[in-house]
Nanobody, 118 residues
Framework: VQLQASGGGLVQPGGSLKLSCAASGSGFAVNLMGWYRQAPGKERELVASRTSGGNTNVADSVKGRFTISRDNAKNTVYLQMNSLKPDDTAVYYC?????????????WGQGTQVTVSS
């Protein structure tokens, strides 16, 4: 299973970005997809996740500003980020928990840089 993320970039404070991440491969079923982020000198933290059943988990720091959505048919997860702040600057990583070959496995995308700066 491979995860391909896209959509990062440079944006001014108050601006918006939308991240996308698609899972590809064969013989797998996605249980959960989400986004983590890691700022310089800090630990990786959960931003938001969404199960195949639609349950979401969103970090308090982004509630009301970020929205996670999924297209289950395309095995794709999106993160709409609005009202961005400089503190949101980080490398954002796509994550998927997948059932494959009789096991539950955790996969990570390559990371996409989000920089919020004027």
């Amino acid at each position: 299973v491979q995860l391909q993320a896209s959509g990062g970039g440079l944006v001014q404070p108050g601006g918006s970005l939308k991240l996308s991440c698609a899972a590809s491969g064969s013989g797998f079923a996605v249980n959960l997809m989400g986004w983590y982020r890691q700022a310089p000198g800090k630990e990786r933290e959960l931003v938001a996740s969404r199960t195949s059943g639609g349950n979401t988990n969103v970090a308090d720091s982004v509630k009301g500003r970020f929205t996670i959505s999924r297209d289950n048919a395309k095995n794709t997860v999106y993160l709409q980020m609005n009202s961005l702040k400089p503190d949101d600057t980080a490398v954002y990583y796509c994550n998927a928990v997948v059932a494959v070959s009789g096991a539950i496995r955790n996969y990570w995308g390559q990371g996409t840089q989000v920089t919020v700066s004027s």
